[in-house]
């Protein structure tokens, strides 16, 4: 058993955003699905699974490709299914939309993929719902995250302290706290 104690910065999508558009050159988006995922993640069964499970939870994916491999994907709940599974349960009830789980690969990190994702799930959100309310979270040491989720335009929203118990194949939320006037930590200047 492992106990451990974590905490993760909240931001969320002001009321008054506009969508910067994007392009990406040499690369397309498109909405992840059960086809998606036999052509990106054919040999990723890890990522199959997981991603199968999302979509059956009814998140909204989606995933950078050049037509050949994945280079970047982003996930998000919506309100009326339980949210990310690494919130707790009563944060994942909450009638909001939630960005989660995106990763950029590395030979194509550097190119704005995560900052279009997390633009593209925001006007979608917005597109459905001109209110939405559009979260995401990150830990306090992910720097490159961090500044690209400020560049979009969300602004800090608090932060979640989660303590977690680990025990083999499980992880039990104990204790938790999601304070909306916690600031979050400055960045260290090199």
């Known amino acids: 058993m492992i106990l451990r104690k974590s905490e993760n910065l909240v931001y969320q999508l002001p009321e008054k955003w506009e969508f910067p558009g ?6 397309e988006w498109t909405r ?15 990522r199959q699974k997981v991603f199968t499970s999302f979509l059956r939870r009814g998140f909204l994916g989606l995933v ?27 944060i994942q009830r909450l009638p ?10 590395e030979e194509y990190q550097g190119r704005g993929l995560y900052k279009a994702s997390l633009s593209l799930l925001a006007q979608w959100a917005r597109n459905r719902d001109p209110e939405a309310s559009v979260y995401i979270d990150t ?12 560049a979009v335009g969300f602004f800090p929203q608090g ?9 083999p194949k499980l992880r039990l939320i104990i204790w938790w706290r999601w304070d909306l006037n916690t600031p979050h930590p400055e960045v260290a200047r090199q």
């Open 96 to 105: 909001v939309y939630w960005i989660f789980y995106c990763r950029t690969k």
């Open 159 to 167: 932060v979640i302290t989660m303590l977690t118990l680990r025990v």
């Open 139 to 150: 830990a306090p040491n992910n720097i490159p995250s961090r500044s690209a989720i400020k």
């Open 22 to 27: 994007v392009e990406i050159e040499g690369l």
């Open 64 to 90: 950078w490709h050049n037509g050949c491999e994945w280079a970047s994907y982003a996930w998000m709940s919506l309100p009326g299914t339980l949210g990310p599974p690494h919130l707790p349960r009563h």
């Open 32 to 46: 992840i699905d059960d086809e998606a995922l036999m052509a990106w993640f054919n040999r990723d069964k890890h």
